[in-house]
């Protein structure tokens, strides 16, 4: 058995723009561009990078709920690109996902019980109706929600409360793997320290896997593991969670984490600020795409897009130039 839960390998993710009056084809958004990396069972891999870089598409390709142009998800051993309905309905059970917006994810006219039992009803668990009931009370237990929730509606939450829903809804299949895609981005600050103190109680107690997608840095630093680094639809850097924040090799990283404030007033990193705009995904720069804003570039980085290198057998980057 393989130490890795989750293996991705070259994924593609094209979205053609059509335009025109007979709907052609008049360019392309490459979301995400030959993306690769690897999760180990009961290990969280933070996914961080500005808006767009396409944290989210990649995090969806993962589970297929969109469908990828290229390359390979290997889910326990399983290419799961070549799965038909059948086969990924049984691997969805496995697999779930958190999105950043509970209130829109959340069905207003369904109360929390048959929320929580609708996952169970599609995967044909615990269909005894006290099996069900006892489950139902588990999650609410698990996810530190009161038992007449069970009867209440979305609204009558907060947004802290819903997102721990959405999470019980999660797990209410068992899964191993859980895409979490900015599950606290839209709560409170107060709020955000509980919910990702929950995510990892529950990742202790169940061993779950998570590919934790969010943009603040600070948080993905104290749930990740291992941290990956996207940049207009490439992974530029990725290593364990130390190495980056104190070494990394990419530029880009280097910036984007420059932005972090020390505990330390001593410590204080100098803020590095990005000149120019982030490109359009739909016409990226030549080379490495992240050139025309690097202090560090020179030709080969307008010319030819940089292979991985490895600085440790956990720290790989793209770049030519490295810090
Ligand atoms: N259905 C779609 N059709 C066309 N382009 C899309 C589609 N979905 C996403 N994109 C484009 O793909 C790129 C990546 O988007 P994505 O939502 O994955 O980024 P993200 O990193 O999750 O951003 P954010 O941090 O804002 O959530 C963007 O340029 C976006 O406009
Ligand atoms: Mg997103």
């Given at each position: 058995?393989?130490?890795?839960?989750?293996?991705?390998?070259?994924?593609?993710?094209?979205?053609?723009?059509?335009?025109?009056?007979?709907?052609?084809?008049?360019?392309?958004?490459?979301?995400?561009?030959?993306?690769?990396?690897?999760?180990?069972?009961?290990?969280?891999?933070?996914?961080?990078?500005?808006?767009?870089?396409?944290?989210?598409?990649?995090?969806?390709?993962?589970?297929?709920?969109?469908?990828?142009?290229?390359?390979?998800?290997?889910?326990?051993?399983?290419?799961?690109?070549?799965?038909?309905?059948?086969?990924?309905?049984?691997?969805r059970?496995?697999?779930?996902?958190?999105?950043?917006?509970?209130?829109?994810?959340?069905n207003?006219?369904?109360?929390?019980?048959?929320?929580?039992?609708?996952?169970?009803?599609?995967?044909?668990?615990?269909?005894?109706?006290?099996?069900?009931q006892?489950?139902?009370?588990?999650?609410?237990?698990?996810?530190?929600?009161?038992?007449?929730?069970?009867?209440?509606?979305?609204?009558e939450?907060?947004?802290?409360?819903?997102?721990?829903?959405?999470?019980?809804?999660?797990?209410?299949?068992?899964?191993?793997?859980?895409?979490?895609?900015?599950?606290?981005?839209?709560?409170?600050?107060?709020?955000?320290?509980?919910?990702?103190?929950?995510?990892?109680?529950?990742?202790?107690?169940l061993?779950?896997?998570?590919?934790?997608?969010?943009?603040?840095?600070?948080?993905?630093?104290?749930?990740?593991?291992?941290?990956?680094?996207?940049?207009?639809?490439?992974?530029?850097?990725?290593?364990e969670?130390?190495?980056?924040?104190?070494?990394?090799?990419?530029?880009?990283?280097k910036?984007?984490?420059s932005?972090?404030?020390?505990h330390?007033?001593k410590?204080?990193?100098s803020?590095?600020i990005?000149?120019?705009?982030?490109?359009?995904?739909?016409?990226p720069?030549?080379?490495?795409?992240?050139?025309?804003?690097?202090?560090?570039?020179?030709e080969?980085?307008?010319?030819?897009?940089?292979?991985?290198?490895?600085?440790s057998?956990?720290?790989?980057f793209?770049c030519?130039?490295?810090?």
């Amino acid at each position: 058995m393989s130490e890795y839960l989750l293996e991705v390998k070259d994924l593609c993710k094209r979205f053609p723009i059509k335009g025109g009056l007979l709907g052609r084809e008049v360019g392309a958004v490459n979301a995400v561009n030959n993306v690769s990396f690897k999760i180990k069972k009961g290990e969280t891999l933070g996914l961080v990078g500005e808006s767009g870089c396409g944290k989210t598409t990649l995090g969806r390709s993962i589970l297929r709920l969109i469908e990828p142009s290229s390359g390979q998800i290997i889910f326990d051993g399983k290419d799961i690109t070549q799965f038909n309905a059948d086969e990924m309905r049984a691997i969805r059970r496995r697999m779930q996902i958190i999105f950043q917006d509970p209130y829109a994810s959340l069905n207003p006219r369904m109360t929390v019980g048959d929320i929580l039992a609708e996952p169970m009803e599609i995967h044909g668990l615990h269909t005894n109706k006290a099996d069900r009931q006892k489950r139902l009370l588990q999650l609410l237990d698990q996810v530190q929600l009161p038992k007449d929730a069970l009867n209440k509606y979305p609204h009558e939450f907060s947004g802290g409360q819903r997102q721990r829903v959405c999470i019980a809804r999660a797990l209410a299949v068992e899964p191993e793997f859980i895409v979490c895609d900015e599950p606290v981005s839209a709560l409170d600050v107060s709020v955000q320290a509980q919910v990702v103190n929950l995510l990892m109680d529950l990742q202790k107690d169940l061993g779950l896997t998570y590919l934790f997608i969010a943009h603040d840095l600070k948080v993905v630093e104290y749930i990740s593991n291992r941290v990956a680094v996207m940049y207009l639809g490439n992974m530029v850097e990725v290593a364990e969670s130390h190495e980056l924040y104190g070494g990394s090799k990419h530029p880009y990283t280097k910036a984007l984490f420059s932005a972090i404030p020390s505990h330390d007033p001593k410590h204080q990193q100098s803020r590095i600020i990005l000149e120019g705009d982030i490109p359009s995904p739909m016409n990226p720069p030549t080379g490495c795409h992240f050139h025309p804003r690097c202090w560090k570039a020179t030709e080969d980085c307008k010319k030819s897009y940089p292979i991985v290198t490895s600085s440790s057998e956990t720290h790989q980057f793209r770049c030519h130039n490295p810090l």
